[in-house]
Nanobody, 115 residues
Framework: QVQLVESGGGLVQAGESLTLSCVASESTFNSNTMDWYRQAPGKQRQLVATIGGSGTPIYYTDSVKGRFTISRDNAKNTVYLQMNSLKPEDTAVYYC????????WGRGTQVTVSS
């Protein structure tokens, strides 16, 4: 079964940047529409960004527009989330998944933004 591995999170101060990576174990799944989600403590999982199979970003949630950029490298089976101008409210565990046909969730990667 396809596995997803998220990485790149860490502890940063407000205003700093991080780039997250999501690697799928099977290349074919990275030709599909892919999403980044995040889940803060005590909150529901939230869709953050979506990218089409061809590499065109097609969605950002309002709170990250202008700050986050989703991209992909299908040859590397990888989807990225470049996060700039991070804010404390961005603190969450970040996950990726396929839009059409959700596969088992990875462990996510923790992003913590301090004031």
């Amino acid at each position: 079964q396809v596995q997803l591995v998220e990485s790149g999170g860490g502890l940063v101060q407000a205003g700093e940047s991080l780039t997250l990576s999501c690697v799928a174990s099977e290349s074919t799944f990275n030709s599909n529409t892919m999403d980044w989600y995040r889940q803060a403590p005590g909150k529901q999982r939230q869709l953050v960004a979506t990218i089409g199979g061809s590499g065109t970003p097609i969605y950002y949630t309002d709170s990250v527009k202008g700050r986050f950029t989703i991209s992909r490298d299908n040859a590397k089976n990888t989807v990225y989330l470049q996060m700039n101008s991070l804010k404390p409210e961005d603190t969450a565990v970040y996950y990726c998944n396929r839009r059409f046909g959700t596969i088992p969730w990875g462990r996510g990667t923790q992003v913590t933004v301090s004031s």
